[in-house]
């Protein structure tokens, strides 16, 4: 027994003894990567015959510093190349003026709104015609989005055993009323807006009318925005556009080729052949063409330097109390952020980008004071809305200086709503008491073990009613408006940027990169150094994502990442409907947030 104890204790101390040894070799490993980094960007070196890359899994985001959930990088998430929209579009600028870089070719799937689709097409054409340089386009098997990004090329390509998906938009929500009241937990909501829908997937199974009405209204209109775009680059016109998504939606490459969605089929080695008899220099492994992607290019872009500062601040994803995670607005964290950039004497002005649906309007109200205190110190704020600038969303924007977005922004959704969750008839189920005392009356008002009584939701609905209030003062002061006008534009009601430019919602049309041109005009600057908040890699502090990332080494064009395991795709899947219930942490249960949000892709 005695020996057996030794050899137990030799065991676990030549175990603790090893694991020791390990985690401190694997500390000198990452403090060794990071100071090889140096926190600068890595060196790219573009040589003479090289084609840039747009797509091949390119995830494009608002802000830089767009995080990841660790549990997202113990899962295995895909390794895409990520750019931001300001360097994804600077880099095109450059491009055009590099001489190395013979021209663009557009493929592979790409990740992004419709409205950052847009900028990256319109950057794209831009390239075009400032170079001459020409622009290719490869598919294979192209989602809708692909394509809508393929269609500004001089030619598309597409391989004849490819498929190519133009369908239509849809725009859904999953309702979960019915079986919360199967599960026996009770929703109450106090709301205020007669299309304020978010609530909606919480109390029944399917969408209310004035929802399918406004919903109808923003695809269509998104939708006619898109085919739109494609006709006019494509020659075609819009009926025959919806004429083929009516007929099937998905193409394979024949009747692709019939339709003049694309111009010719060629196989890869084809298309291969084409770009390098077009003047592209052969890569290192002699069987492609030389190329680099839009990603690892756009580390080459440097951002424009000057004594004063232009700060352009994200405010992408929910709006949350609190700090917030990396792909949410916190409402402390922005405002915190808002109130260095005013204490800063060399910031002159701001732009304040926002792809948000809203969320806590506690926070929405941290943050728009801080714009209103902005405007106060005399520093214009130009507003760049994305593809939703909705409900808090708007909050946020109405006090800017110039409010501008893109014809498909969806935005407005001034409202308001109030949700309390309870147990009571759950517990009944099992059996479960509860019992106590208290002092006062609205002792335990809000309490999840029971349903709020009529009296309770009353107060509840006046708190609603005030913040509803406070939503029409915010806007009718930084609108200029009355109150009553901003009342019958508000209702909760949802609307695209056409729509909200006529009723005086939102200045002008434009993108990120139109308003940062207009707040540096405001501010009367001929040259500023550009910031941004958060800058890039803010937020990659995690050590064991820097460990589980693949570097910047760029995929070469035909290649595939390896697909994900159908376990993880399925946590994907339900992912944000869990996310959506985790970010309803209002400290009053009141939010401002819009429901209709369409697909990345």
């Not at 494009?60 to 390794?79: E, F, I, M, S, Y």
């Not at 601040?313 to 109130?339: K, M, T």
């Amino acid at each position: 027994m005695k020996e057996f104890l030794k050899s137990l204790l030799a065991s676990v101390l030549g175990t603790f003894l090893a694991g020791a040894l390990c985690a401190f070799l694997l500390l000198v490993l990452i403090v060794a990567g990071l100071s090889a980094s140096g926190g600068g960007a890595p060196t790219v070196t573009v040589r003479p015959g090289t084609l840039l890359v747009v797509g091949h899994g390119l995830v494009v985001n608002d802000t830089p510093a767009h995080g990841k959930a660790g549990l997202g990088a113990l899962l295995g998430d895909d390794p895409r190349p990520t750019v931001d929209l300001y360097r994804a579009l600077a880099a095109l600028e450059l491009a055009a003026k590099d001489r190395n870089i013979l021209g663009v070719v557009i493929a592979g799937e790409i990740e992004a709104g419709v409205v950052q689709l847009g900028e990256l097409r319109q950057a794209i054409a831009e390239f075009r015609k400032e170079s001459g340089k020409p622009v290719f386009a490869w598919i294979e098997n192209g989602s809708q989005g692909e394509y809508y990004l393929a269609s500004v090329a001089d030619q598309i390509a597409m391989h004849p055993a490819g498929e190519l998906e133009l369908k239509g938009l849809a725009a859904s929500n999953l309702y979960f009323g019915e079986t919360l009241r199967t599960l026996g937990i009770g929703v109450q909501v106090t709301k205020v807006g007669k299309y304020k829908s978010a609530v909606e997937p919480f109390l029944g199974d399917r969408m209310s009318e004035p929802s399918r009405e406004q919903s109808t209204r923003l695809v269509q209109g998104v939708w006619s925005r898109v085919v739109g775009q494609i006709a006019q680059s494509r020659k075609l016109t819009n009926a025959a556009l919806n004429r083929a998504a009516d007929a099937g939606g998905i193409f394979p490459a024949k009747k692709a080729l019939a339709l003049k969605l694309v111009d010719t089929l060629q196989q890869r080695d084809e298309f291969i052949e084409k770009v390098l008899k077009a003047g592209a220099a052969v890569d290192d492994s002699e069987t492609s063409f030389r190329q680099v992607s839009l990603a690892r290019y756009a580390d080459k872009v440097q951002l424009p330097r000057g004594a004063d500062k232009v700060a352009v601040v994200y405010a992408e994803g929910e709006i949350v109390d609190g700090w917030g995670g990396p792909d949410e607005v916190g409402g402390d964290r922005l405002a915190f952020e808002l109130r260095r950039l005013r204490a800063d004497a060399r910031v002159k002005a701001v732009v304040l980008r926002v792809n948000s649906p809203g969320g806590s309007a506690f926070a929405s109200d941290l943050i728009a004071r801080e714009v209103a205190l902005l405007r106060k110190k005399g520093l214009p704020v130009v507003v760049s809305m994305g593809d939703l600038a909705a409900s808090g969303g708007y909050y946020i924007a109405a006090r800017g200086s110039v409010i501008m977005a893109d014809p498909a922004t969806i935005t407005g959704s001034i409202g308001v709503f109030g949700l309390q969750f309870n147990y009571e008839e759950l517990a009944k189920k099992f059996h479960l008491g509860h019992d106590g005392v208290k002092t006062n009356r609205y002792a335990d008002l809000g309490q999840a073990h029971r349903a709020a009584a009529a009296d309770e939701l009353a107060l509840i609905q006046s708190m609603v009613d005030e913040v509803y209030e406070d939503f029409l003062k915010v806007v009718a002061e930084g609108r200029k408006l009355e109150r009553d006008g901003v009342h019958e534009l508000a209702q909760g009601r949802v609307w695209l940027g056409t729509d909200a430019r006529e009723r005086n919602l939102v200045d002008k049309f434009g993108g990120l990169r139109e308003a940062i041109a207009l707040a540096q005009s405001l501010a009367e600057l001929k040259d500023a150094q550009l910031v941004q908040v958060p800058a890039l890699h803010e937020g990659e502090e995690s050590l064991l994502q820097q460990l589980l990332s693949d570097g910047r080494e760029d995929r070469p064009l035909f290649t595939r990442a390896a697909p994900s395991d159908p376990a993880v795709l399925f946590l994907r899947t339900h992912a944000e409907t869990l996310r959506a219930i985790r970010t309803l942490n209002d400290p009053k249960g009141i939010y401002l947030t819009c429901p209709l949000r369409l697909e990345r892709r």
